[in-house]
C-alpha cells in the first residue's frame, strides 16, 4: 500500500475543505427526543391536515422518509443536516430564530435563513421543495 505523502495530504485537504463549506441545514418544526416522535407519527396518520410542521409532512410518511426525498438528497451538490428544533437550538445556540421549519445554509462557519418557514409551509409536495431548495442553491440569496 503507499503511503500518503503531504501532496496527496494537501489535495485531500482541499477537497474536504470545498466539500465542507457549504451544508444545508434543514431544521424539523418539531422536538427531538421518543415521546416527540410517537406524538407525531400519530398525529400524521390520524389528522394530517393539523400537522405542525410541513418539512415533516412533505417530505416524510408516517414511518420513514419517502423515497423521493431521499434520491433527491443524493444529488445535491452540497451535503445536508437535519435537525429537530431543539437540537439546532441547542447546537447553533440561537436564541432569536423562533419560526420553523427552516432551512439554513452553512458556510465558512457562518449560519444564514435560506429558507422560511412561510415558503416551506406553502409546499404542497416534495417537488414544490425541491424547487425552493434548488433555486436557493443556484441563486445563493437568503429568503
Not at 494537501?10 to 475543505?17: H, V, W
Request: glycine share 4%; charged share 30%.
Amino acid at each position: 500500500m503507499k503511503k500518503a505523502n503531504k501532496t496527496d495530504e494537501s489535495m485531500i485537504s482541499k477537497a474536504q475543505t470545498e466539500f465542507e463549506k457549504l451544508t444545508l441545514v434543514f431544521v424539523y418544526n418539531a422536538d427531538s427526543g421518543l415521546f416527540n416522535l410517537a406524538f407525531d407519527v400519530a398525529h400524521k396518520i390520524f389528522s394530517p391536515q393539523t400537522y405542525n410542521c410541513k418539512l415533516c409532512a412533505v417530505t416524510h410518511g408516517a414511518f420513514g422518509i419517502k423515497d423521493e426525498w431521499r434520491q433527491y438528497l443524493e444529488t445535491l451538490a452540497a451535503p445536508a443536516e437535519f435537525l429537530h428544533a431543539d437540537e439546532f437550538k441547542a447546537q447553533y445556540k440561537t436564541k432569536d430564530i423562533e419560526k420553523f421549519p427552516a432551512v439554513f445554509m452553512r458556510e465558512d462557519g457562518e449560519l444564514k435563513l435560506a429558507i422560511n418557514s412561510d415558503l416551506i409551509n406553502a409546499c404542497r409536495d416534495i417537488d414544490d421543495l425541491k424547487r425552493i431548495v434548488n433555486a436557493q442553491l443556484s441563486d445563493g440569496s437568503t429568503r
